[in-house]
């Protein structure tokens, strides 16, 4: 069965600091992989995707990840966040041939200590 | 100006009553969906439609009753409002659907529609 876990549910860092959360899958194929981002009160916005090649991929907000088959993980890190970065984050697998297959973790909430 | 709308922001209802949210995209999508957000965060694909076609209907009650009158909107009625409907729904849209495309995957999400059923 396909599934997402994002093993951290809430995350500290000080500000500056750098970042990793976590992400791992289950999926039958090679899949597609998202990180989307959520402020409060806002929808989700794509940090980043994987669909293939380069298994390093750069997002915005100068957040990257990883793409890693041997672990079935696409980490996302961040080398210095800065306050603005507290949100939660959604790790999301998707089929290639369907977005409406798109299954999204649990989530990783992120706070940024001053 | 906003790629994808959804009104009201926030609805507070009793139980028993029908609702509706409206949902508008102006980036030229062929798709559509609403998704589910619990209070845990959970994220739970609802509907997905195409070109005003059902594609998905994710084993979701019969009360819930999905509209596509063209292809740029996509409305969620919600007849007889139980407790546990209570939750953020978020519409979204993507470009296109399996065509192997890989900007047919990737969701643009409204802002998100607070249900509170009382």
């Known amino acids: 069965a396909q599934s997402v876990t994002q093993p951290d549910i809430h995350i500290t860092v000080s500000e500056g600091a750098s970042l990793e959360l976590r992400c791992n899958y289950s999926?039958?194929?090679?899949?597609?992989l998202f990180w989307y981002v959520q402020s409060p009160g806002q929808g989700l916005q794509l940090l980043l995707k994987?669909?293939?090649?380069?298994?390093l991929v750069q997002g915005i907000k100068g957040f990257e990840a990883e793409f890693k088959r041997s672990q079935s993980s696409f980490n996302l890190r961040k080398p210095s966040v800065h306050w603005s970065d507290a949100a939660e984050y959604f790790c999301a697998v998707g089929a290639r041939s369907s977005a409406s297959k798109i299954i999204f973790g649990s989530g990783t909430r992120l706070s940024i200590r001053p | 100006d906003t790629a994808v709308s959804q009104t009201p922001k926030y609805l507070v209802t009793q139980m028993g009553n029908d609702k509706s949210i409206k949902c508008e995209q102006n980036?030229?999508?062929?798709?559509m969906y609403w998704y589910k957000q619990d209070s845990k965060k959970f994220l739970k694909i609802m509907f997905s439609?195409?070109?005003?076609?059902?594609?998905i209907n994710e084993t979701v009650p019969n009360r819930f009753s999905p509209k596509s009158p063209d292809k740029a909107h996509l409305n969620l009625h919600i007849n007889s409002l139980e407790l546990g409907d209570s939750a953020v729904y978020f519409c979204?849209?993507?470009?296109?659907f399996g065509t192997g495309s890989s900007g047919a995957n990737v969701l643009t999400f409204g802002a998100g529609s607070r249900l509170t059923v009382l």
């Open positions: 994987y669909f293939s090649g380069d298994t």
């Open positions: 439609y195409n070109n005003k076609e059902l594609i």
């Open positions: 999926y039958g194929a090679t899949p597609y």
């Open positions: 979204a849209s993507s470009q296109d």
């Open positions: 980036l030229g999508h062929d798709t």
